[in-house]
């Protein structure tokens, strides 16, 4: 570990692609934060509360991937690197913290929270490359330049100190997800060249392997700690069997072709840490209102399920699986249609779900999981056979 001069603050060509602890460590700050996202879904009574909800997850979400992709471009062995984790990780912290009000006397806490790490890392980046005068300055600039825009708008939400104020709360989330999709356009600097994207090594494929397996982890972490304060009756254990079969088939899902990305060339490789961010959003969405369901149907089991529930419980596993098909589409250009297909026997079946029990409902999520995953086993194996058939 050294102080990190310019030119050692850059990740070397040539360097380990491998996450570090730090790194690690940074991931699991980020569990108390979904497990709290996927409670205050399923306890939402409105479909604009979830929404709202799912604005506090989006910026959540940005935190973790922005950070990740300043220690795929920079050393993390770094001290100034690891500062700026250690600090990114102190602002995660006060947002999980401030989750459950954030709509209620908290929000100052949670944009603070959200802005600090930002604004720290920009001005220690821009600080140290402009020192030593590094051609990366200008890229540490732009990136600093738009979070500072949207810092206004998350400040200027939240004060006076209540409710936030939700307008201007969207509007700075569009204007980080904005700014990045176009590559951070920042006056006299213009932005940043897509090259730099091609630069992005396997440490940055591994590291969204990493966070989105541990997220994996909420869709039974949110249903033990509901089903620990219940009785174990024979359809609540059922129920989180469900939910721990639905969390190995939605792991099976995503790690399904995945590494081909990690060996893929720089073109690709750019292309995924451009679009990594956005469709990995989806799937962590989906992520969350699995979790949010299983929490629903491990609290009460049997009787009629409302319309809402039936969304979350079908809902959650679809939209992780459009969002990890938009990603294998975006990226490589190649559609799993064979998924897909399994998306429309539980179309024909919905409509029937709210006169089922929730713990049977829980049946047909697993049921379209369990197709999709069949279907990706015989498509490897006949790839297989004809590699083993094919002339040498």
């Known amino acids: 570990m050294t102080t990190g001069g310019s030119a050692e603050l850059v ?15 940074f991931d699991v700050i980020f569990v108390a934060s979904l497990a709290l996202v996927s409670m205050l879904i399923a306890d939402q009574q409105s479909w604009t509360g979830a929404g709202k909800t799912l604005v506090l997850l989006a910026a959540i979400w940005w935190t973790w991937a922005v950070t990740s992709t300043t220690t795929d471009f920079y050393d993390p062995e770094q001290r100034p690197i690891q500062s700026i984790l250690m600090v990114t990780m102190l602002g995660a912290v006060g947002m999980a913290a401030a989750l459950p009000l954030a709509s209620d006397g908290h929000a100052l806490i949670f944009a603070t929270a959200y802005v600090i790490p930002h604004v720290v890392r920009g001005l220690v980046l821009v600080g140290i490359l402009r020192l030593h005068r590094h051609q990366a300055q200008q890229r540490a600039a732009r990136f600093f330049f738009w979070f500072l825009v949207s810092a206004v708008f998350w400040i200027l939400g939240a004060v006076p100190p209540g409710q936030p104020h939700w307008p201007l709360w969207i509007v700075a989330v569009a204007i980080d997800y904005v700014s990045s999709a176009a590559r951070y356009p920042t006056p006299w600097l213009g932005r940043v060249p897509v090259g730099q994207y091609e630069r992005s090594t396997e440490h940055l494929g591994e590291r969204y392997q990493q966070f989105m397996i541990l997220a994996l982890g909420d869709i039974i972490l949110v249903p033990t700690l509901e089903i620990s304060t219940a009785d174990f009756s024979a359809a609540r254990l059922g129920a989180f069997v469900a939910a721990f079969l639905t969390m190995l088939l939605l792991w099976q899902v995503y790690v399904y072709q995945a590494g081909t990305i990690l060996r893929a060339s720089t073109r690709i490789r750019g292309r995924a840490a451009r679009l990594g961010p956005y469709t990995h959003l989806v799937m962590l969405v989906g992520v969350v209102c699995t979790a949010a369901a299983f929490d629903l149907v491990v609290r ?16 959650g596993p679809v939209v992780f699986l459009l969002g990890r098909t938009l990603f294998a589409y975006l990226v490589s250009g190649a559609v799993p249609w064979h998924r897909l297909a399994w998306l429309v026997p539980l179309a024909a079946l919905a409509p029937w779900a709210p006169g089922w029990p929730p713990a049977m409902v829980t049946l047909l999520t697993v049921g379209l999981l369990v197709g999709v995953v069949a279907g990706d086993m015989v498509g490897r194996n006949r790839g297989r056979r004809y590699l083993r058939g094919r002339p040498g």
Do not use: Y
């Open 300 to 315: 009460r089991p049997t009787g009629e399920t409302p319309v809402r529930w039936v969304v979350l419980i079908l809902g």
């Open 11 to 25: 990740r070397r060509p040539n360097g380990s692609t491998r996450a570090t602890l730090l790194e690690l460590l």
